[in-house]
C-alpha cells in the first residue's frame, strides 16, 4: 500500500482541489459511460458548460487535455532538459525521456535561448500552436534553471501559449513555487505505482538529496514525492496529468490502484501508455524481454479504471522535439540552421484571429456530433440492436474529419460506437500501404491484421484490391463518409449498420481481438 509523507496543508489541498474536483464530478463517469450529446468526459469533448469556466479556459485548446481539441490545435517541444535524477528500466539515456517520448529518437538538444527562438518560429508558422511542452530528454525538473529559463522567456514574448511540463516527480515538491510563478498550469507525472514494492522493478536506482538510492527505499522515496508533488499542485489549482506506462507482469492491475490514488489527490486526467522494449533500444527491460502489451491488453486496464480518475487515450508518445498535432511530426521543418534562415513574426492579432477560426471548426464538428446522435437511430427500424457495440477504424489527416486515403494512412484512429457515442479509444500504427503511386501487397495482412476487432474502416477512398481483402476479413471498407466529422460518420455508419442486422440482411458477429502486439508491425512504435 502507498504511504505518503504530507507537508501541505488541508485547507490549501480543499481550496485548490474543489474547482478541479467539481469537473472530475461533472465527468465522473468517465470518458466513455456518459455518452449522449457532448456529455461526456474532460479527457474527450467536455464542454464549456461540463466544468468552471476557468478550467474550461485551460482545457479548450490543449490538444493533451481534450480529445476534441487534439483534432484541431497542435503542440511543440522543446529539448532543452538532458539530465535525468532517476533511472527507470524502461530507459536508455542515449534516447529521449520514455516517460513523455517514444523512445528509440534522439532529440536535438537545445539552450533555453536557442528553445524561445524555436518556439517563437514554430508560433509564427504554425498558429494553431497553442502549447509548449518540456518533456525531456531527460527530465524537465531535474533541470531547473535551463527549464525555467525558457518558461521565464516564453511567459513574456508569447503570452498566449499554454506551458507544460513532464516529470518523474522527484524534483517536484522543490519546484512547485516556481511552476506557478511562470504559470505554468498544466503538468504531466509519471506514476507507474503508488507500492515501493511493485516500484523496485521498475526503478533500479534514484538520486536524491546528493545520494544515490537503490531498491525498495528509492522507490519508497520516489513514490512519496510523487504523491506530495501531485498534492501540492492540486492545492495551487496546477491541472495534473499522470502518465503510467503498462508493464504487463508488473504494474498492469496495479494500474486500478494508481489511478484511484492519484485521483482521490485531484489528478485532472490519467494516460496509461503502453510500455515499449525493443531489444535494440537497450533497455533493461528491452534485454531481458519484458514485454510490452497487446492493444486488447492496454485498452482493458484502462476500461478497468473507467469511473475513477478521466483517462486520456489519445496519446501519440510523442518525442521530446516533437512539432505538429498528435501523431504528426514537423520538427524536420524546424531544425536550428532552418530557423537561422527565417523570418520571425510573432503576429498575436492573427494568430488569435486563426484559432478563433479553429474554434469554429471544433464547435461544428461538436455539433455535428450532437445531431448525428439525435437523428441517426430510428428506434421503430433498430430493434434488438440496443446493445450493440463495435470498433471501427478511421483514416484521418486531421481536423476531425475522415479525409485520409486508405493507402495513406500511417495510423487508424479507433472509435468505439454504440446507440449512445462514438468514443475514441485510441489508435493503431500500421505500415504505408500506398508506396509512390502503387499498393504494396505485401503490407496489407499487417494492415488487416492491426484492425481485426473492428467491424468497418471509414476512408476518403481506397482501391479495389485493399477493399477486397478488408472484405474477405469481415471488414467493411466505407467511403461514403468522406470528408464528413468522424463521430457524425461513425455514428451514421453504424445506424445504418443497426439496420441492416435489424432487418435480417446481415447478421452481427463479435469480432476476435487483433492480432497486434506492441511494436510487431511498426518497427518499433506504440501501437494502442
Ligand atoms: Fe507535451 Fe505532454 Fe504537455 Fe502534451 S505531450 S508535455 S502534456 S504538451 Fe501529449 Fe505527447 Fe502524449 Fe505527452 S501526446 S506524449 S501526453
Ligand atoms: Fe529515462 Fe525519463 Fe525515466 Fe529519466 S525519468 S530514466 S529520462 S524515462
Given at each position: 500500500?502507498?504511504?505518503?509523507?504530507?507537508?501541505?496543508?488541508?485547507?490549501?489541498?480543499?481550496?485548490?482541489?474543489?474547482?478541479i474536483?467539481?469537473l472530475i464530478?461533472?465527468a465522473s463517469?468517465g470518458c466513455?459511460?456518459?455518452?449522449?450529446?457532448?456529455?461526456s468526459s474532460c479527457g474527450s469533448s467536455a464542454?464549456?458548460?461540463?466544468m468552471?469556466?476557468?478550467i474550461?479556459?485551460k482545457v479548450?485548446?490543449h490538444p493533451c487535455y481534450s480529445e476534441?481539441a487534439h483534432?484541431?490545435?497542435?503542440?511543440?517541444?522543446?529539448?532543452?532538459?538532458?539530465?535525468?535524477?532517476?533511472?527507470?528500466?524502461?530507459?536508455?539515456?542515449?534516447?529521449?525521456?520514455?516517460?513523455?517520448?517514444?523512445?528509440?529518437?534522439?532529440?536535438?538538444?537545445?539552450?533555453?535561448?536557442?528553445?524561445?527562438?524555436?518556439?517563437?518560429?514554430?508560433?509564427?508558422?504554425?498558429?494553431?500552436?497553442?502549447?509548449?511542452?518540456?518533456?525531456?530528454?531527460?527530465?524537465?525538473?531535474?533541470?531547473?534553471?535551463?527549464?525555467?529559463?525558457?518558461?521565464?522567456?516564453?511567459?513574456?514574448?508569447?503570452?498566449?501559449?499554454?506551458?507544460c511540463?513532464s516529470?518523474?516527480?522527484?524534483?517536484?515538491?522543490?519546484?512547485?513555487?516556481?511552476?506557478?510563478?511562470?504559470?505554468?498550469?498544466h503538468v504531466t507525472i509519471t506514476i507507474?505505482?503508488?507500492?515501493?514494492?511493485?516500484?523496485?522493478?521498475?526503478?533500479?536506482?534514484?538520486?536524491?538529496?546528493?545520494?544515490?538510492?537503490?531498491?525498495?527505499?528509492?522507490?519508497?522515496?520516489?513514490?512519496?514525492?510523487?504523491?506530495?508533488?501531485l498534492?501540492?499542485l492540486t492545492?495551487?489549482?496546477v491541472l495534473t496529468k499522470i502518465n503510467s506506462?503498462?508493464?504487463?507482469?508488473?504494474?498492469?492491475?496495479?494500474?486500478?490502484?494508481v489511478n484511484?490514488?492519484v485521483k482521490?489527490r485531484g489528478a485532472f486526467l490519467h494516460n496509461i501508455m503502453?510500455?515499449?522494449?525493443?531489444?535494440?533500444?537497450?533497455?533493461?527491460?528491452?534485454?531481458?524481454?519484458?514485454?510490452?502489451?497487446?492493444?486488447?491488453?492496454?485498452?482493458?486496464?484502462q476500461?478497468?479504471c473507467m469511473?475513477g480518475a478521466n483517462l486520456m487515450r489519445h496519446c501519440?508518445?510523442?518525442?521530446?522535439?516533437?512539432?505538429?498535432?498528435?501523431?504528426?511530426?514537423?520538427?524536420?521543418?524546424?531544425?536550428?540552421?532552418?530557423?537561422?534562415?527565417?523570418?520571425?513574426?510573432?503576429?498575436?492579432?492573427?494568430?488569435?484571429?486563426?484559432?478563433?477560426?479553429?474554434?469554429?471548426?471544433?464547435?461544428?464538428?461538436?455539433?455535428?456530433?450532437?445531431?448525428?446522435?439525435?437523428?441517426?437511430?430510428?428506434?421503430?427500424?433498430?430493434?434488438?440492436?440496443?446493445?450493440?457495440?463495435?470498433?471501427?477504424?478511421?483514416?484521418?489527416?486531421?481536423?476531425?474529419?475522415?479525409?485520409?486515403?486508405?493507402?495513406?494512412?500511417?495510423?487508424?484512429?479507433?472509435?468505439?460506437?454504440?446507440?449512445?457515442?462514438?468514443?475514441?479509444?485510441?489508435?493503431?500504427?500500421?505500415?504505408?500501404?500506398?508506396?509512390?503511386?502503387?499498393?504494396?501487397?505485401?503490407?496489407?495482412?499487417?494492415?488487416?491484421?492491426?484492425?481485426?476487432?473492428?467491424?468497418?474502416?471509414?476512408?476518403?477512398?481506397?482501391?479495389?484490391?485493399?477493399?477486397?481483402?478488408?472484405?474477405?476479413?469481415?471488414?467493411?471498407?466505407?467511403?461514403?463518409?468522406?470528408?464528413?466529422?468522424?463521430?457524425?460518420?461513425?455514428?451514421?455508419?453504424?445506424?445504418?449498420?443497426?439496420?441492416?442486422?435489424?432487418?435480417?440482411?446481415?447478421?452481427?458477429?463479435?469480432?476476435?481481438?487483433?492480432?497486434?502486439?506492441?511494436?510487431?508491425?511498426?518497427?518499433?512504435?506504440?501501437?494502442?
Open positions: 500500500m502507498s504511504s505518503t509523507t504530507t507537508f501541505v496543508s488541508i485547507g490549501d489541498l480543499r481550496k485548490g482541489r474543489q474547482a474536483s467539481e464530478e461533472t463517469g466513455s459511460t456518459t455518452g449522449g450529446a457532448g456529455k464542454g464549456p458548460d461540463d468552471p469556466a476557468e474550461w479556459d479548450k485548446n476534441e483534432h484541431h490545435f497542435a503542440r511543440m517541444h522543446v529539448a532543452v532538459a538532458p539530465a535525468c535524477n532517476i533511472q527507470c528500466n524502461y530507459c536508455n539515456r542515449k534516447y529521449d525521456c520514455s516517460n513523455e517520448s517514444r523512445p528509440g529518437v534522439v532529440s536535438q538538444k537545445l539552450t533555453p535561448d536557442q528553445a524561445v527562438k524555436k518556439v517563437l518560429a514554430v508560433a509564427s508558422e504554425i498558429p494553431q500552436m497553442t502549447v509548449l511542452g518540456i518533456a525531456g530528454p531527460g527530465d524537465s525538473l531535474a533541470n531547473p534553471k535551463k527549464t525555467f529559463d525558457t518558461m521565464r522567456q516564453l511567459a513574456e514574448k508569447a503570452p498566449d501559449i499554454k506551458l511540463l516529470t518523474n516527480g522527484l524534483a517536484l515538491p522543490d519546484q512547485v513555487d516556481e511552476i506557478c510563478k511562470y504559470n505554468i498550469d507507474n505505482m503508488v507500492d515501493p514494492a511493485v516500484g523496485e522493478k521498475i526503478y533500479p536506482w534514484i538520486f536524491y538529496n546528493h545520494k544515490r538510492y537503490t531498491g525498495y527505499e528509492a522507490a519508497r522515496i520516489l513514490h512519496e514525492r510523487q504523491m506530495l508533488g498534492e501540492m492545492a495551487r489549482g506506462v503498462l508493464i504487463p507482469g508488473i504494474n498492469d492491475e496495479h494500474l486500478i490502484e484511484r490514488e482521490k503502453p510500455l515499449i522494449s525493443e531489444p535494440e533500444h537497450g533497455t533493461v527491460f528491452g534485454l531481458t524481454g519484458q514485454r510490452g502489451p497487446t492493444a486488447q491488453e492496454l485498452k482493458a486496464v476500461d478497468a469511473g501519440r508518445q510523442c518525442r521530446a522535439d516533437a512539432v505538429g498535432l498528435l501523431g504528426e511530426d514537423r520538427s524536420e521543418e524546424f531544425t536550428l540552421d532552418k530557423i537561422e534562415a527565417m523570418e520571425i513574426i510573432y503576429d498575436l492579432d492573427k494568430r488569435r484571429a486563426y484559432q478563433e477560426k479553429v474554434e469554429e471548426e471544433r464547435q461544428a464538428q461538436h455539433q455535428a456530433k450532437v445531431n448525428a446522435l439525435s437523428n441517426a437511430f430510428d428506434a421503430s427500424l433498430l430493434a434488438g440492436t440496443e446493445e450493440l457495440k463495435v470498433l471501427v477504424a478511421v483514416a484521418t489527416e486531421g481536423h476531425g474529419r475522415v479525409n485520409q486515403h486508405f493507402g495513406h494512412a500511417t495510423e487508424f484512429q479507433i472509435f468505439e460506437v454504440d446507440r449512445r457515442q462514438a468514443l475514441f479509444v485510441g489508435h493503431r500504427r500500421v505500415d504505408l500501404y500506398c508506396q509512390g503511386g502503387y499498393g504494396e501487397d505485401e503490407q496489407l495482412p499487417s494492415i488487416v491484421s492491426a484492425i481485426n476487432d473492428c467491424h468497418a474502416v471509414l476512408v476518403s477512398k481506397i482501391g479495389a484490391c485493399p477493399r477486397d481483402e478488408l472484405k474477405a476479413a469481415g471488414i467493411e471498407p466505407v467511403d461514403q463518409y468522406a470528408h464528413e466529422f468522424i463521430e457524425k460518420a461513425a455514428l451514421q455508419w453504424f445506424a445504418d449498420y443497426c439496420e441492416r442486422v435489424a432487418s435480417g440482411a446481415l447478421q452481427h458477429h463479435e469480432r476476435g481481438d487483433a492480432r497486434i502486439r506492441q511494436g510487431a508491425f511498426t518497427g518499433g512504435q506504440a501501437v494502442a
